[in-house]
């Protein structure tokens, strides 16, 4: 079996497996062995790699540090242009020349010779691919025409030759299933071998590229495709579902490769040009993506990747060494979608959105931690981890505010009819007075226990603010007639990120001023008396989203035509300021509502 075969077959059960991470310093040269002559390829056992060396034959490295590859041992093979070996069990098979070479590697520091071939009618021996009992070799004979040659090694001393069949062209060729493919120039072709018995080979089908500078320099199967890499279109799939009508899947223009390996979902070919690799993910997307360039000396001729390196055998440059254990670095975009900290009141329904993802690659999977509970006023936190093929990681967090609550209350003479859990009550807070009241219900409380204010006005000569808390119990009053024994108007709003809830109440009277209160459990607090301009105004006051969300603003506005006064509430000092540079051009309002555009 050719060995990048093998690879292949490793990485059928890695394919949706992070490679695991077993170096400090991903995508970069970690070790480099310069050997002597022109390194054509390389294929790792253990820890041991093979390179076909031209002008010295093979090289065996102990490349146990891959960062100081040694030389272990060698063979000379007696010929001086040795371009491509391939392993099966413990044999190495070696072509160049005019020979194939069958070496046994059981010792794997000191070859030793099993046997050679040398096709009779004069074929220069350029490819191998071993499979089981026989090994396929591609060349060319005198007349210039590439012949696939197929020899039974089942006694290697002394190989028969079985089969053979003209070609279109022989620059790379691999072995899968009952199916040899050779590549080169424009053409895939698609040999059928009927019996591992008595080899017929058999021209299935032939893949021929429309573009005339087609260059394939090398291919591997995997799945239903063909992987080509192409030192002037880039890589290129084409689909061998049916061997006798194979057809162009995909072409990936602009990284032009020659050497081709697959592994852990990644096709990782030789950077013809410009030395390295050149990285794209198959397993994210189930088509290939551009990943990355991995810089290397010299032009790449093959390549090889075991134990998350990759060796590649780049000519006069010798063999470098490429840490790939993880070859995508770029972590997930990730994006929470819809509302970013979204409000709701107590008791509502809260349907997460999840997030919008982009990641270079894709493949992506999000967990989500924390839980919202609707029943209960808080601050909740949603953490949105987003791990890509490659154990990249992106963490987002979103903030789910609940509360707080403030509804609506309605007189009915002079009678709240309140309902505390299962349990109704009636409440009487400003005695014999039939005038104008406000009455809310407020929800602050972590524990959601809710509270009561009402604020009477009108012809009332003594208007107060009252409290209860959830029993009905009074919790505080407050006289309101030092601020206006004219009438009074008011506003509230509540401020989910503190958790707090605001009331103003300015007179209607000229001069429009206003006195800010915050209500809580512990009772009302008075915060902040402002004046918003001369005259009689609206009392206009909204804690608004998008604006900050450190802050309450209470807005005191006079009139529809007049540019409203913003104050800004800093929760971390409870107290409100003038807030003279904000952009009032932002707000749009009426009497009864505040906001930004």
Do not use: C
């Amino acid at each position: 079996m050719h060995i990048k075969s093998l690879i292949l077959t490793f990485a059928v059960a890695a394919w949706f497996v992070w490679p695991a991470v077993t170096h400090a310093a991903p995508n970069t040269v970690v070790g480099a062995f310069d050997t002597a002559g022109s390194a054509n390829d390389v294929i790792v056992v253990g820890s041991y790699a093979y390179v076909a060396d031209a002008g010295t034959g093979i090289l065996v490295l102990n490349i146990s540090n891959p960062a100081a590859p040694t030389l272990a041992g060698s063979y000379s093979t007696g010929v001086t242009d040795v371009s491509q070996i391939d392993i099966d069990d413990t044999r190495l098979y070696v072509a160049g020349g005019t020979k194939l070479t069958i070496l046994d590697i059981a010792n794997p520091v000191v070859p030793q010779l099993l046997g050679t071939y040398t096709d009779a009618g004069g074929m220069s021996i350029g490819n191998v691919a071993s499979a089981g009992n026989y090994a396929y070799i591609t060349g060319r004979l005198p007349s210039n025409q590439p012949t696939l040659e197929v020899l039974d090694v089942s006694n290697p001393a002394a190989p028969p030759l079985v089969g053979s069949l003209a070609v279109s062209n022989n620059a790379d060729l691999t072995v899968s299933g009952n199916y040899v493919y050779v590549v080169g120039g424009q053409t895939v072709d698609i040999v059928n071998v009927y019996s591992t018995l008595n080899p017929t080979l058999t021209l299935a089908g032939t893949y021929t590229s429309p573009t005339t500078s087609t260059n394939y320099l090398g291919v591997q199967v995997f799945g239903s495709n063909a992987y080509l890499n192409d030192t002037i279109t880039g890589l290129t799939l084409v689909s061998v579902a049916n061997p006798s009508a194979p057809t162009l899947t995909a072409n990936f223009p602009g990284q032009y490769g020659s050497g081709l390996a697959i592994s852990n979902g990644y096709v990782f070919l030789g950077g013809y040009f410009t030395g390295g690799l050149i990285v794209y993910d198959i397993a994210s997307t189930g088509t290939p993506v551009y990943v990355t360039s991995i810089s290397g000396s010299g032009n790449a001729y093959g390549v090889t990747v075991a134990n998350d390196t990759a060796y590649v055998a780049a000519g006069t440059s010798g063999v470098e060494l490429i840490d790939v254990s993880k070859p995508d670095t770029i972590a997930p975009i990730v994006t929470p979608a819809g509302d970013p900290a979204p409000v709701i009141m107590p008791g509502g329904t809260y349907t997460d959105p999840g997030v919008t993802v982009t990641d270079n690659v894709g493949g992506t999977g999000t967990t989500v931690t924390g839980k919202v509970n609707t029943g209960t006023v808080g601050k909740y936190i949603l953490t949105y981890t987003v791990t890509d093929r490659a154990g990249n990681v992106t963490t987002v967090k979103r903030t789910v505010i609940v509360g707080p609550a403030v509804e609506k209350l309605i007189l009915k003479n002079n009678t709240y009819a309140l309902k505390v859990g299962t349990k109704s009550m009636l409440l009487k807070p400003f005695g014999t007075y039939r005038g104008a009241a406000f009455g809310r219900r407020l929800i602050v409380d972590k524990k959601t226990n809710p509270f009561y204010v009402f604020v009477s006005y009108g012809a009332m000569a003594k208007p107060e603010f009252v409290m209860y808390n959830a029993s009905g119990k009074l919790v505080t009053r407050q006289n309101l007639a030092p601020i206006s024994a004219k009438g009074l108007q008011t506003e509230i709003t509540s401020n989910p990120v503190t958790l707090s809830v605001f009331f103003a109440i300015a007179p209607k009277a000229p001069g429009l001023t206003a006195t800010i209160f915050n209500v809580s459990k512990s009772g009302f607090k008075s915060l902040k008396t402002v004046t918003a301009a001369k005259g009689a105004g609206t009392l206009v006051m909204k804690w608004l989203r998008g604006y900050t969300d450190e802050y309450i603003l209470a807005t005191l506005v006079k009139g529809k035509t007049v540019k409203p006064l913003v104050w800004r509430y800093n929760g971390s000092k409870k107290s409100f300021v003038r807030d003279t540079k904000f952009d009032t051009t932002k707000l749009v309002w009426t009497k009864t509502t505040v906001k930004l555009k």
